[in-house]
Antibody, heavy 118, light 112 residues
Framework: EVQLVESGGGLVQPGGSLRLSCAAS????????MNWVRQAPGKGPEWVSY????????YYADSVKGRFTISRDDAKNSLFLQMNSLRAEDTAVYYC???????????WGQGTLVSVSS | QSALTQPPSASGSPGQSVTISCTGT?????????VSWFQQHPGKVPKLIIY???KRPSGVPDRFSGSRSGNTASLTVSGLQAEDEADYYC????????????FGTGTKVTVL
């Protein structure tokens, strides 16, 4: 069974940093590209970032480019999102989601809440 | 990476059909065969119900169908059931210099 478990969320002040993690199991992690998707309270999902199977290709939404960095550690079956210079508008539940060459699949974790507030 | 445009709401009586539109551009919906649809019930994680415009994942009833014409994709829910009341979001691959994905603005479907 595919399982994705996010962690690392919490309350942080504007301008602060957080590092999210996603532990994957139930599939060969190194065979899949991965995504981060977020959903602000009462809003729809917003794609945040993508990383290819090899990690060579990474892409970001314009709203986070230059502030967030996606990475992966295949030896630990883990996906990461380093978030710097956080803003109030980054407040959301952050999900990791498996990719399938052209679309975000239905394999999402349960999410981790990031709140940016003073 | 502007959000795809969906109507805020749609409704129908049990047994009826409802169709939701999703309008993008030639750089996303109209340019690639990678439109998907998610269903989300309150407090739950979005569930994939359509991928690659019209394909259904295993376990999704055939009451859900997808199509595309030009820059607009559509989701039709036939034979509406009470449990279909939820938020629905389309999503598309985005090409160009900064590839990625984009989601729609969302449609609340109410079963009357």
């Amino acid at each position: 069974e595919v399982q994705l478990v996010e962690s690392g969320g919490g309350l942080v002040q504007p301008g602060g940093s957080l590092r999210l993690s996603c532990a994957a199991s139930g599939f060969t992690f190194s065979n899949y590209a991965m995504n981060w998707v977020r959903q602000a309270p009462g809003k729809g999902p917003e794609w945040v970032s993508y990383i290819s199977r090899t990690g060579e290709s990474v892409y970001y939404a314009d709203s986070v480019k230059g502030r967030f960095t996606i990475s992966r550690d295949d030896a630990k079956n883990s996906l990461f999102l380093q978030m710097n210079s956080l803003r109030a508008e980054d407040t959301a539940v952050y999900y990791c989601a498996r990719d399938s060459s052209g679309y975000v699949t239905g394999y999402w974790g349960q999410g981790t809440l990031v709140s940016v507030s003073s | 990476q502007s959000a795809l445009t969906q109507p805020p709401s749609a409704s129908g009586s049990p047994g009826q059909s409802v169709t939701i539109s999703c309008t993008g551009t030639s750089n996303d919906v109209g340019g690639y065969g990678y439109v998907s649809w998610f269903q989300q019930h309150p407090g739950k994680v979005p569930k994939l119900i359509i991928y690659e415009v019209s394909k259904r994942p295993s376990g999704v009833p055939d009451r859900f169908s997808g199509s595309r014409s030009g820059n607009t994709a559509s989701l039709t829910v036939s034979g509406l059931q009470a449990e279909d009341e939820a938020d629905y979001y389309c999503s598309s691959y985005v090409g160009g210099n900064n590839p990625g994905y984009v989601f729609g603005t969302g449609t609340k479907v109410t079963v009357l």
